[in-house]
């Protein structure tokens, strides 16, 4: 039996590298994101960042593509950070 495993190092940034990403508004999207991964089937092993960038430590399963998840991840914090905090809706 075949054994795979693809892990990816993810980065993004928030639009025009802009610092939105603070303390602890941060730590509750960070949460937010492994939730959403996680009813998608996608694990995420570590995941940090700075005030402009996000890193992210993801297994991907042969079923996914990268380009899957990456949509997924960065569209839905997108959206949540949208919906969540206007102030900060030109995160996207």
């Not at 949460?31 to 694990?43: L, Q, T």
């Not at 430590?57 to 998840?69: G, R």
């Amino acid at each position: 039996m075949s054994y795979v495993s693809i892990w990816v190092h993810a980065v993004w940034a928030t639009k025009n590298r802009e610092s939105f990403l603070l303390q602890p508004f941060r730590t509750v999207l960070f949460e937010h994101i492994k939730e959403k991964a996680s009813e998608k089937n996608i694990y995420i092993d570590r995941i940090n960042g700075f005030d402009e960038h996000v890193h992210c430590l993801i297994s991907v399963q042969p079923m996914h593509s990268i380009a899957y998840v990456m949509q997924m991840l960065k569209g839905e914090s997108s959206r949540w950070v949208t919906k969540n905090f206007e102030e900060m809706s030109h995160f996207d």
